[in-house]
């Protein structure tokens, strides 16, 4: 029964590549490759046998040998467009911008309604900082697959770039609907609604995407960040220690934590907004806050030494200095 079993599949390379996607889709890499090849022998012109080998190489963060069967699969098929799209993403992800247009608009010169090559062209027009573009490629991509929460994430995210904020909104929360269970939809949906001004409903979505993932940095810095601004010190300072222990080499979370932190436990806000200026000693909000910090703990001739330092940054605004020097006078020197 093995026998014909294996003799039916060797004389029906689609049934191969069937075996082949089964396997890979259950983790069995190996399983996968070996089935791939088989295919490939089976039909010498088919395209897809190598481009799914490549698709099991790149599983195995194998980018080299991926590329050379995406490039066996355009030896037979020039025009296939899948190893087009995935050599365009290759190239994207190795900083090589100009030839991964060109596999990309290879792609689409293919086959103009090929989703993927519309989403990866948006994710390098937003590397090129051409944010409008981006938001038009994955309209495209979006327009053509509907139901791809990713594709309209990123469009948020680009629109949010451009400065769209109620279509980015609109984008993302048809995310968040196609997804219920993403993380990263429900803290940009939270992200969003802060941008709005919507402190209780952003500060729901964020709290949802802590409960989805609580290892996911971005919803417990959002939170805390939504909660400061919600005046919530305490919440705010509770949220940030999570999003601080996650990623402990991020400035700007150290940041929000001190500025929480101030208002809850001087002490502690000190030594906090120290290990944000030495993550980023040219972050003018960490030199401010820690300025404020020993302000509030009564160190007057160390907050003067850090007040000074925050207005010599040279991208600090003019009102911004007198501000500091305002609160520096406020300072009572503790005995």
């Not at 190598?50 to 355009?74: F, H, I, M, S």
């Amino acid at each position: 029964m093995t026998i014909l079993v294996l003799w039916s599949l060797a004389a029906n390379p689609a049934a191969l590549l069937d075996e082949g996607q089964k396997k890979l889709q259950a983790g069995d890499v190996a399983g996968a490759l070996a089935t791939f090849d088989a295919a490939a022998r089976a039909s010498p012109k088919d395209p897809r046998g190598p481009y799914l080998r490549g698709v099991a190489l790149e599983k195995k963060n194998d980018a080299a040998g991926a590329e050379r069967a995406y490039r066996e699969a355009l030896a037979r098929d020039p025009r296939f467009p899948p190893a087009h799209n995935n050599l365009g993403a290759l190239r994207l992800a190795a900083g090589q911008r100009a030839a991964a247009e060109k596999e990309l608009r290879a792609a689409l010169e293919a086959d103009p309604t090929y989703a993927d090559a519309h989403f990866n062209l948006g994710l390098l027009r937003d590397g090129e900082g051409k944010h409008v573009e981006a938001a038009a490629a994955y309209r495209e991509a979006a327009k053509l697959r509907p139901d791809d929460a990713t594709f309209r994430l990123n469009l948020g995210a680009s629109l949010r770039r451009g400065g769209d904020i109620d279509g980015a909104l609109a984008q993302v929360r048809q995310a968040a609907k196609l997804a219920p269970g993403d993380a990263v939809a429900w803290t940009n949906l939270g992200l969003l609604l802060s941008d709005k001004k919507s402190y209780d409903e952003a500060r729901d979505a964020l709290a949802k995407a802590t409960k989805l993932d609580g290892k996911y940095a971005p919803a417990w810095n959002g939170l805390g960040r939504v909660e400061l601004r919600r005046k919530q010190p305490a919440a705010a300072a509770e949220a940030l220690a999570r999003a601080r222990a996650l990623a402990p080499k991020d400035a700007g979370v150290a940041t929000d934590h001190c500025r929480a932190l101030v208002d809850t436990s001087a002490a502690s806000a000190v030594k906090e907004c120290r290990a944000a200026v030495a993550l980023d000693g040219g972050n003018p909000l960490a030199r401010y806050m820690l300025g404020k910090a020993l302000v509030v703990n009564g160190d007057c001739a160390a907050a003067k030494a850090e007040i000074d330092r925050f207005i010599a940054l040279p991208l600090v605004k003019a009102e911004a200095k007198e501000g500091a020097k305002q609160m520096l006078s406020t300072c009572t020197a503790r005995r």
